[in-house]
């Protein structure tokens, strides 16, 4: 040894045997051969080869000297690296060299070589990976932990090596290099942050995409590492998220991409960092708070994260951010939901509220996507959406903005098609979600044009696709319509009508435009083109398209063919696909992607295209029936009764005979339909008799064996059918048959002798039957029937009670429980009403002796002769088919003309009957002959009385009638300028009159000056007034003041002498025009025309007198309060940021339903709004609950009501004592006697709950029946008047259907016009029961005073029960009006296609009861 280390000092260099000197004298190859050789000794020796250590030392130092390290040649400089490599290996752990310049030198040296591993296709590439493996087993690099420039040699390796990885890499190479890197991270001292950048910057997203390796490699190292190099990464990101030294590093600016990258890699690395981000969050800084948002929403959003589990703190700071002041924060927190929801089932009950909360944001974008949140997470599993969620999706389907309510109608509409019609989560999920379809179709109710045409191609597309095979989707039919709730029914059934008349539109256009032009043509296809316009969206727009499109008709013969083709009633289903492919290839360009005018024609051709019904679908569809049937269906399996399903499918057949009745014309639906006809279910045979009925007009040619198989079975039921069944049969042979008369007189001789009043039973089909036998041919019986009325009908029927009815206290019992006699005396008026109606005039005076047979049921309460003999429930039968009878006959004008003032008021006064259900029909009935327009404009009057009802739910119906029919005339007006000569029985603000004249006759107003008396006037106005006035279009408010003014100037019409009423009307007039003022600020501007007063209302205005009086006694000035009406939102107020509780706060105190869109108050030029009105004129807002005014708030003197503890009984159904006695005195004037218990029960503000247009269930009777002698004479009240108590709600109405309608209106009109309001939700609140329990419970309905309101709360009245405060009053009525009571739905009897929905406002003031 003592020699080698001689040899060592000494400086000479010992080369392994066989290789010579190597110095810059030889050439390069022959250089690179003896490396080589040197390489192999190297890598041949171990440490512990002493001996041959100290031999070679002087070569080691030699290789290190810069000749070699600065070689030009690389695989000289490789092949040293090598041999460098294997001398810090044999050498470990003292290195040969001493100077920290030179080891500087060589390391920097080492690392330039290891870029020789990026060419993995090099021959010399095994000589790269030898060099990496050796240093990195060795981890030669530690040596340089002790110098100062460590950073700079350790920061260039690892950019080497980040920068040299690639795919080409074997796993091998990928572990050798975090071997290398990650023992300098942790056997060094510390992590410079150059360092640090060096290895971060690959998880940078930009370099991360460029070199996935390398991201890779970061990765792994990072794993390798984090318990070393997580105190330097949490330095960093203090520097810069806390103290902002953002100069610290260049990645400062990435700082939460790094965070992001560094959690998925081990959250480990950030467990100091994420309090960091907590402060974060509420920072001041807008795009900061952003920024860790959008970083937090990804890391708790990532599949397998636990972060919101580990770390709740955070969480719950970012749940805060849903309520964050900056939109984009909110926006994406919403964003976010889905993805946690897919991935993280168990947040979503944290995430619930938070949603609610938003979706009702002011922001449309937010609530649109927390709709496309939910919607897509309930796409991927229906499991991960709570119902909660869902129901945020539906409250959105009636959000204000068209963007949200399409996102929310379309999103329900594909959950519907995947979880119940392709069933892919099973049963439990189809029942889950089985209430879309009805959601969905009751959205049809929404006046937006947009709307209704979303929810028709969701109809076709996703309720019941059109693409489904003909048998298929008569299947998808038939049981949706099975399971359909009763108003997705009406509104499937209005869909299909107006589909059904915007073809015929079409066709007409079709036919116009065949015909030479003139301008007669011109003004007709404009007038059709107007019609059409409004049939589709954007109508501004719209109207030159169509215009276009008519001209394109003209002109373009293949396209109008095209089109016939389409509206033709034989167009099948394959021909509608091929027609309207034709026409947009026809019309469409390819140069022009955009085209809104083939857009429109494609929103035509989607409305009009008959892409469901043909004759091969009614085929189909009989069949499905007959099936259920013969019980061979699977009516169970899809979860329909076979009853139910049978029902339906008739149902959904007879709806479609009159929107499709040539598609019926074939032998086998009619053999069917004969079939349905011998079933013992009424109603399935009832359905069937209508079908024939609406399809049967060419049977009689072309299936003349049906007929004669027909022809029987009509007769039967005609004469012993069951009384509908009757009707039908009759109409049916008045529609088939071409030698009717023979037919009908056959059934007439029969049943017209054999008339029996001693079984009553049997005696109510026959009447039934000769009704319509009198209205469809009076002619042809006119004499027996003459006969018949005034003898058997009038003297023995109506004239004789023959059998005591059954003494109860109820006002109203179900259709089974009403007497026989009873049934047969309303079928005796119908017949005698139908008989009128038939004739169609008066010259006999028949009109006359009705019309005072009718009054005077009214005037005896429904008892005519007075006998004590009828039970109470007989009587209200018999007064609403009294009343019901006057609006019929009103409707003809040769009997409106001799219907006198007094018998057109006690008529009018059927609206207040002391019977909830009477009041109920009556107010359907009377609506339903005024939206027609068949009735008078003076019965639209009538309604103002319903001020004074004390049941909120029929102020909010009447309220709706009174909106939608002013807005149906006020259309009217608009689309028939022509008939501006007829404005006085069109005009909407030409009900005033009749208003006042009918308030000056009410027999409540009773004390010209009584201020109780009084508000009540007012009420009842403001009523009316409230909705003509909300738009002031063509200054109408003044138009109004003016026409009250001429009415002062005049005298009362009917009783032109009578000092008092004259004053009365003077002071109603003042009460009018005080409302004016103070809700208008344009009130005294000139009218646009002068009013006509009606004649036989008012006396002619006497130009010498001047009625310049105040009638109003000075306290009632406090009572009108200043402020516009204000007209209903089109889809309800902006929403508003929730509580926490997810309550809607809002200064509104009330909603309107008059939409400013359809108002029009244009008394001189109703043509010139562009305002459209659609079916249902209501207030659809985005289901906001509206939160009640304090008492303090309400308390005003107009809406001020002393009223006692009597408020809450109404609701209760208890019997509430009077608050004073009735006067014995034998004299008293009924003026007197009402004004004892007369009661200000006029409505403010109410609210609308689902409410069916025909049924709703029976509330708290109220107001009875006028006095007996209601012909304004003051006399003693007659024996028979009742004391008056509360009425309740009867047990059971199931089938009060009969008694409530005519039943002719249905065959004559088979799309009745209904009441089109749109189905609401409550935010956050269920809707009530149909009444409360308490007024469920009581099974009794007692009768009132004739005219019976609930007392007004007088002073002797308060004194008297012990009366409480009026704030304490107020406040439980207000408690009463924050909760809804819903309304029961039942199907019309007679309705055969009816589009009338419930109806729903919120509340606003507080009910007078």
């Not at 083709?565 to 469409?588: D, R, W, Y």
Request: charged letters at 30%.
């Amino acid at each position: 040894m003592a020699h080698s280390k001689n040899r060592a000092t000494d400086g000479k260099i010992t080369y392994p045997p066989g290789v010579k000197e190597i110095s810059d004298k030889i050439s390069k190859e022959e250089m690179v051969r003896r490396l080589k050789m040197v390489v192999k000794t190297f890598m041949d020796m171990d440490q512990d080869s002493e001996e041959e250590k100290e031999l070679y030392l002087n070569l080691a130092l030699h290789l290190a000297s810069d000749f070699f390290l600065k070689h030009p040649d690389k695989d000289v400089r490789l092949l040293v690296a090598c041999c460098l490599a294997d001398i810090f290996r044999i050498y470990a752990p003292e290195a040969p060299y001493t100077s920290p310049d030179k080891l500087k030198d060589i390391f920097m040296f080492i690392t330039r070589q290891l870029k020789g591993l990026e060419d993995t296709k090099s021959a010399q590439f095994n000589r790269y990976f030898y060099l990496l493996e050796n240093i990195a087993w060795v981890k030669s690099y530690n040596i340089c932990f002790e110098l100062e420039d460590s950073n700079e040699i350790f920061t260039q390796l690892y950019r080497t090596l980040f920068q040299v990885i690639n795919n080409g890499h074997n796993q091998k190479v990928h572990m050798h290099m975090v071997d290398l890197m990650s023992s300098i991270v942790c056997e060094g001292d510390s992590v410079s942050q150059e360092l640090l950048d060096t290895v971060l910057v690959n998880l940078v997203p930009a370099h991360k995409n460029l070199n996935k390796q390398a991201y890779d490699l970061a990765k792994a190292l990072l794993k390798r590492t984090a318990q070393a190099i997580e105190p330097y990464i949490t330095n960093f990101f203090n520097q810069v998220l806390m103290l902002g030294k953002t100069s610290v590093s260049d990645l400062s600016e990435h700082v939460f991409d790094l965070i992001l990258e560094l959690y998925n890699i081990d959250s480990h690395l950030l467990l100091s960092v994420l309090p960091q981000l907590e402060f974060k969050l509420k920072s001041n800084d807008n795009d900061e708070r952003l920024q860790v948002v959008k970083l937090l929403a990804k890391m708790f959003g990532a599949k397998d994260s636990e972060l919101a589990s580990q770390n709740k703190p955070l969480w719950q700071c970012y749940l805060g951010r849903f309520n964050d002041i900056h939109v984009p924060v909110r926006l994406e927190c919403v964003k976010f939901a889905s993805h946690c929801l897919m991935n993280h089932p168990d947040l979503a009950k944290d995430l619930t509220e938070y949603l609610k909360v938003r979706s009702h944001d002011p922001e449309e974008a937010i609530r649109h996507d927390v709709i496309v949140s939910i919607v897509t997470a309930s796409k991927k599993d229906l499991s991960l959406v709570n119902d909660h969620l869902l129901n945020f999706v539906r409250e959105r389907t009636l959000d204000k903005r068209w963007r949200v309510r399409k996102e929310a109608m379309m999103g329900l509409a594909q959950i519907y098609k995947k979880y119940s019609l392709q069933a892919e989560a099973g049963k439990e999920a189809a029942k889950q979600i089985s209430w879309i379809k009805d959601k969905l179709l009751h959205i049809y109710y929404q006046n937006s044009i947009d709307d209704r045409l979303l929810v028709e191609r969701i109809f076709a597309q996703y309720l019941v696709p059109h693409n489904l095979e003909t048998t298929e989707r008569m299947k998808c039919l038939y049981y949706l319509y099975a399971t359909l709730d009763g108003n997705a029914v009406k509104a499937l059934n209005e869909m299909w009508k107006c589909q059904n008349m915007l073809r015929h539109h079409v066709k007409d256009l079709l036919d116009l435009v065949k015909q030479p032009k003139s301008d007669s043509y011109n003004k007709a296809v404009f007038s059709k083109v107007m019609v059409i316009t409004r049939n589709l969206p954007d109508p501004g727009k719209t109207q030159d398209f169509v215009k276009k499109l008519a001209q394109v008709l003209e002109e373009d013969e293949k396209i109008r063919k095209q089109l016939e083709t389409l509206v033709s009633p034989s167009c099948s289903c394959k021909q509608a696909e091929v027609c309207v492919k034709e026409i947009t290839k026809k019309l469409g360009s390819p140069k022009q992607p955009s085209n809104p005018f083939l857009e429109m024609v494609k929103f035509l051709l989607e409305r009009i295209a008959p892409v469901h019904i043909d004759t091969e679908s009614i085929s189909a569809l009989i069949k499905q029936v007959n099936k259920s049937i013969e019980g061979t269906a699977d009516d169970e399996d899809e979860g329909v009764p076979t009853e139910q399903a049978i029902r339906a499918g008739l149902e959904l057949l007879k709806v479609l005979s009159f929107t499709h009745p040539v598609s019926f014309h074939s032998a086998e639906t009619f053999e069917s339909l004969l079939g349905c006809l011998r079933m013992d279910d009424e109603k399935v045979a009832e359905a069937a008799l209508q079908i024939f009925k609406n399809t049967g007009s060419k049977l009689e040619e072309s299936f003349p064996h049906i007929k004669s198989i027909l022809l029987p079975v009509l007769q039967h039921k005609a004469k012993k059918g069951p009384p509908r069944q009757a009707k039908y049969a009759i109409h049916c042979i008045h529609a088939m048959f071409s030698n009717r008369d023979t037919h009908f007189a056959q059934i007439f001789e029969p049943l017209h002798k054999s008339l029996d009043t001693d079984n009553m039973e049997q005696l109510i089909t026959p009447l039934t039957t000769l009704g319509h036998l009198a209205m469809l041919a009076p002619e042809q019986f006119a004499a027996p029937l003459k006969s018949l009325v005034a003898n058997f009908i009038v003297k023995d029927l109506l004239m004789n009670d023959r059998i005591p009815g059954k003494k109860t206290t109820k006002l109203w019992v179900p259709d089974d429980e009403v007497s026989p006699e009873t049934l047969a005396k309303i079928q005796g008026l119908k017949l005698m009403v139908r008989w009128l109606l038939g004739v169609k005039n008066n010259q006999s005076k028949s009109g006359n002796s009705t019309l005072r047979m009718l009054t005077a049921i009214l005037s005896s309460d429904g008892d005519l002769t007075e006998q004590g003999k009828m039970g109470k429930p007989d009587m209200s039968r018999l007064r609403l088919a009294a009343g019901c009878a006057i609006l019929r006959l009103a409707q003809e004008p040769c009997y409106h003309e001799i219907i006198t003032l007094e018998q057109y008021q006690l008529c009018a006064l059927v609206i207040n009957d002391e019977c909830y259900q009477v009041r109920q029909a009556f107010a359907q009935k009377l609506h339903k002959g005024l939206c027609r327009l068949r009735l008078p404009l003076e019965y639209l009057a009538v309604f103002t009385l319903c001020a004074k009802d004390p049941v909120k739910e029929r102020r909010a119906h009447a309220r709706q009638c009174l909106v939608k029919n002013i807005n149906l005339r006020r259309e009217y007006l608009k689309q028939h300028a022509a008939v501006s000569e007829k404005l006085i029985s069109l005009l909407p603000e030409y009900v005033v009159p009749y208003a006042i004249h009918l308030l000056v006759h009410d027999p409540d107003y009773v004390k010209v000056q009584d201020i109780e008396q009084l508000k009540d006037i007012k009420e009842a106005l403001w009523f009316v007034l409230e909705i003509l006035m909300a738009k002031n279009e063509n200054n109408s408010h003044a138009f109004i003041r003016k026409m009250v003014e001429n009415i002062k100037q005049t005298k009362d019409g009917q009783c032109p002498d009578d000092a008092k009423i004259n004053e009365k009307l003077y002071t109603v007039c003042d009460v009018a025009m005080n409302i004016v003022i103070s809700k208008s600020t344009t009130y005294s501007l000139e009218s646009p025309k002068d009013p006509v007063l009606p004649a036989r209302y008012f006396t002619q205005p006497d130009k010498n007198f001047s009625n310049t009086k105040n009638y109003l006694p000075p306290e009632m000035k406090s009572f009108f309060t200043p402020g516009k009406p204000k007209a209903a939102n089109v889809l309800g107020a902006v929403n508003k940021p929730l509580s926490a509780t997810g309550k809607l706060q809002t200064k509104l105190s009330r909603m309107e339903t008059i939409s400013n869109a359809s108002s029009n108050s244009n008394p001189s030029s109703p043509g010139r709004s562009k305002g459209r009105l659609d079916s249902a004129d209501v207030d659809h807002s985005e289901n906001e609950d509206i939160s009640m005014k304090s008492p303090s708030e309400t308390e005003k003197p107009s809406r001020g009501r002393k009223r006692g503890a009597a408020a809450n009984q109404d609701d209760k159904g208890q019997e509430s004592k009077p608050k004073r006695g009735r006067k014995k005195a034998a004299n008293t004037s009924t003026d007197d006697a009402e004004d004892q218990w007369g009661e200000d029960s006029s409505m403010a503000e109410t609210t609308m709950e689902t409410e069916d247009e025909q049924n709703s269930p029976p509330k708290r009777g109220r107001r009875g029946r006028p006095p007996k002698s209601a012909a304004a004479k003051d006399e003693t009240p007659s024996k028979g008047r009742r004391g008056r108590r509360k009425a309740a709600p009867p047990v059971d109405e199931e089938n009060e259907e009969e008694q409530q309608e005519e039943d002719e209106e249905d065959e004559e009109d088979a799309g009745s016009e209904n009441m089109e309001v749109k189905p609401k939700g409550r935010r956050g609140r269920k809707p009530r029961a149909e009444v409360s329990e308490a007024a469920s419970d009581s099974v009794e309905s007692t009768p009132q005073k004739r005219r019976g309101r609930p007392p007004k709360s007088q002073t002797a009245a308060r004194k008297a029960s012990g009366g409480r405060s009026r704030a304490a009053t107020n406040q439980e009525e207000e408690s009463e009006e924050e909760m809804d009571t819903a309304q029961q739905s039942e199907e019309e009897e007679d309705e055969s296609v009816d589009a009338s929905p419930k109806v729903r406002r919120k509340v606003g003031r507080r009910d007078r009861r």
